[in-house]
């Protein structure tokens, strides 16, 4: 008897990969076709044949938009003016206020999304009151 | 070196109309607020190429200035989208929007 043999023998049984809560709803080997068939599942059906439709019709408008005449045909196009794009946003009569009403929107997106990040909700919501009042308000009919 | 050919303006809006109908797809059939969030991402850049591509075709500099604004906007609602996400996930362990049917947690 090898060793090897020995060991495995003796060996308690293989523990159990840890399966998360998750594990069932999130499979983490599909196959090319499965993905495909959840992709298709997860978008909506109400919108599917007409957004397609819809989507094959721009397609389409566009391929042969440029085949017809008209004031885009070959249109030339120049190479930016560095220059001038500053003198557009940074004159007082250009740009220059709706770029610093700019910046503070980007710190107050900054301030939000540290705020939203850091908050503690969720952490342990099967505690908490409001938890399962959001529950029973997103429970479909006749569920409540 | 081989001399690549002149891009016109209307190929340039043939590609905003190809992202916008993408975007514009994605947002009416997806669930997964992540991806309704890059489609609004792909409205906006298609939005952005029509501002660079008129602006570059009529010698306009108040196209590449809008782009600019355009970018820095989406980058903000694609920060607070995100947070708003990862929040949204810690509650409900679902991002999907069809299942989120009131905005109080």
């Known amino acids: 008897v090898s060793p090897d043999e020995t060991s495995s023998a003796t ?10 809560q998750y594990a069932e709803e999130v499979p983490t080997t599909l196959s090319k076709d499965e993905r495909r068939a959840k992709r298709w599942e997860e978008t909506k059906t109400d919108f599917k ?6 989507f094959v019709l721009v397609l389409g408008l566009s391929a042969v938009a440029p085949l017809a005449d008209g004031p885009f045909r ?11 794009m500053t003198q557009v946003i940074f004159s007082p ?7 610093e009403i700019l910046s503070v929107l980007l ?3 900054l301030i939000a999304g540290i705020a939203l990040g850091s908050r503690d909700v969720g952490r342990e ?9 959001s529950a029973e308000a997103n429970a479909p009919e006749g569920e409540a | 070196m081989a001399s690549f050919p002149e891009i016109g303006a209307d190929w340039y809006f043939v590609l905003s109309v190809v992202l916008f109908g993408i975007g514009l797809y994605g947002i009416l059939t997806q669930k997964s607020g992540i991806r309704i969030l890059m489609c609004v991402e792909l409205l906006l850049n298609a939005a952005n190429i029509n501002f660079v591509a008129f602006g570059s075709m009529y010698a306009q500099d108040q196209g590449f200035a809008y782009a600019l ?14 947070a708003i996400f990862v929040n949204l996930f810690r509650v409900r362990h679902t991002i999907e929007l069809d299942q989120i049917q009131t905005l109080r947690w």
Request: avoid cysteine; hydrophobic fraction near 55%.
């Open chain 1, 11 to 20: 060996a308690p049984a293989a523990a159990e990969p840890e399966t998360s």
């Open chain 1, 49 to 54: 044949w007409a957004t397609a439709l819809l």
């Open chain 1, 74 to 84: 070959r249109a030339t196009t120049y190479e930016e003016d560095l220059p001038g």
């Open chain 1, 93 to 99: 009569e250009g740009l220059v206020v709706p770029f």
């Open chain 1, 107 to 109: 710190l107050a997106a």
């Open chain 1, 125 to 133: 919501p099967e505690d908490s009151a409001w938890r399962d009042r």
């Open chain 2, 69 to 82: 604004f355009i970018i820095a906007i989406a980058a903000a609602e694609a920060a607070v989208g995100l």
